[in-house]
């Protein structure tokens, strides 16, 4: 079992840059990809970048892809979004998650473990 917490959020504007960090508590924080989704004002909760177990392979939304990078240190149990370029319509709540299927999902459904999520907000 994971347990996950965001921190890293706040208020920016528009064209700045955030790193959002995810902690993660129990010794096998290796053996999950681990993601980050967000959930807009009003909106369902999307998909946002995945990182495999070794860090080697990402998926991005095609939505953020030149703008994030997600990526995550083993030793230090902790995952990072550097995220550039934000635009209003990034603004939402960011979530953590933690999948220990095979393969990287972009599907919320997948991931058995989630943090309680940070604010982001990009203003205009």
């Known amino acids: 079992q994971v347990q996950l917490g965001e921190s890293g959020g706040g208020l920016v504007q528009v064209g700045g840059s955030l790193r959002l960090s995810c902690a993660a508590s129990?010794?096998?924080?290796?053996?999950?990809?681990m993601a980050w989704f967000r959930q807009p004002p009003g909106k369902e909760r999307e998909f946002v970048a995945v990182?495999?177990?070794?860090?080697?392979?990402?998926l991005y939304a095609d939505s953020v892809k030149g703008r994030f990078t997600i990526s995550r240190d083993n030793t230090k149990n902790t995952i990072f979004l550097q995220m550039n370029s934000l635009k209003p319509e990034d603004t939402a709540v960011y979530y953590c998650?933690?999948?220990?299927?095979?393969?990287?999902?972009?599907?919320?459904?997948?991931?058995?473990?989630w943090g309680q999520g940070t604010q982001v907000t990009v203003s205009s």
């Open positions: 998650a933690a999948d220990g299927a095979f393969t990287l999902h972009r599907e919320a459904s997948v991931y058995g473990y």
């Open positions: 129990g010794r096998t924080f290796g053996a999950y990809h």
């Open positions: 990182v495999s177990r070794d860090g080697k392979s990402t």
